[in-house]
């Protein structure tokens, strides 16, 4: 038996619920206007919600891949690429050339996973997170 086709999507007012448990210290209210803005992409399979993407922009114009996240038992199935895939086309669709994304420097699989999807390292913000802990920069090209 193969496994569930993965549709990605533009969050909906009525995911707020299941978002809000996804993105820890982030109001709901502030989730619920991003989903309203276009911000929030979710990823389902047979009906189940199984990851979750919040998008920003810096200077308002640079699009900025502030969390993604797959539900633990869903990981290793391609929803994180499949989300990335959305969200590249969708973004290519705006005229954007270029994605960025990070990951805390104490975190060598999100850093990998960043590389083997095409990001290539920009830089490091020593020190922005709890306890001192920096965060690597990276890019990718649209």
Known sequence: MSAAPILVRFAVPEDLAWCATRDYGIPSTIIARKIGLGEILVAEAAGELTGYLRLEYLWSVVPYIALIGVAEQHRRRGVGRAMLAFLEAHLRGTGC???????????????????????EECGILAGINAGGVGEVFFRKAL
């Open 97 to 119: 050339t270029l994605l960025l994304s990070s990951s805390q420097v104490n975190e060598p699989e999100p850093q990998a996973w960043h590389r083997h999807m095409g990001f």
